[in-house]
């Protein structure tokens, strides 16, 4: 198995444009966490789901920030309008219902907005 | 809710030294435990876990075991490499929960030659 996938690895944008991260879980999982990394706040979860159901959205900054899972195999992390505060390592997680199994993460999307 | 508590880093080392990382939890019933880690540049990766009270998680001479009695899972190694530098996390999912893990603050190991 491949693990999770994301892309891109590294994304520069402008202030105001719109930003999209992208995530492949690994087969067979039913549950994908998108978090944020930063210096200052740490690891922040911003959304998760369940078979493709956002089951938790609390974690989203503001309405700029929106998340899909339109199937198993794929979600989408965007951002509308970027802000320089956005700039982070978003990571991408992907989980099963087994018991105890933990998450396998990601490489990470590094998002700088200038 | 759920919380982890993480020593505070930086810590340094020198190549050799025994490395002892506090973490210790509070949670609802009966949670699995995690040790995750970060090197520069990438992403979190799974180190070691355990289900159940006095489990010991082992992996790349890496322990942790698992104490109820004192709510810790102190990640430990007898003789740290200067490829250990990196970000530990420690982590738990609670029992029943919907399988949210909640982390630590995370603590920077740097392993000097």
């Known amino acids: 198995d491949a693990g999770v996938i994301q892309s891109p690895r590294h994304e520069v944008t402008e202030m105001g444009q719109e930003v999209t991260l992208r995530c492949k879980p690994i087969?067979?999982?039913?549950?994908l966490f998108w978090y944020r990394q930063t210096m200052m706040r740490g690891l922040e979860l911003l959304i998760y789901?369940?078979?493709?159901?956002?089951?938790?959205d609390s974690g989203m900054p503001e309405d700029r920030f929106s998340a899909k899972m339109p199937n198993a195999s794929f979600s989408t992390l965007k951002i509308q309008p970027s802000e320089p505060r956005d700039s982070a390592v978003y990571f991408c997680?992907?989980?099963?219902?087994?018991?105890?199994?933990?998450?396998?993460f990601g490489s990470g999307t590094r998002l700088t907005v200038v | 809710g759920d919380s982890v508590t993480q020593m505070e880093g930086p810590v340094t080392l020198s190549e050799e030294a025994f490395l002892t990382i506090n973490c210790t939890y509070t949670?609802?019933?009966?949670?699995?435990l995690f040790w995750y880690v970060q090197y520069p540049g990438e992403g979190l990766q799974l180190l070691l876990k355990?289900?159940?009270?006095?489990d010991k998680g082992s992996n790349k001479g890496f322990e942790a075991t698992y104490r109820k009695e004192t709510t810790s899972f102190h990640l430990e190694k007898g003789s740290v490499q200067v490829s250990d530098s990196a970000v530990y996390f420690c982590?738990?999912?609670?029992?029943?929960?919907?399988?949210?893990?909640?982390f630590g603050s995370g603590t920077q190991l740097t392993v000097l030659p």
């Open positions: 087969s067979g999982h039913d549950y």
């Open positions: 982590a738990l999912v609670s029992s029943g929960s919907a399988r949210q893990l909640t």
């Open positions: 355990a289900t159940k009270a006095d």
């Open positions: 789901f369940n078979n493709n159901v956002p089951i938790d």
């Open positions: 997680a992907s989980s099963t219902q087994t018991a105890n199994y933990g998450y396998t």
């Open positions: 949670a609802t019933g009966y949670p699995s």
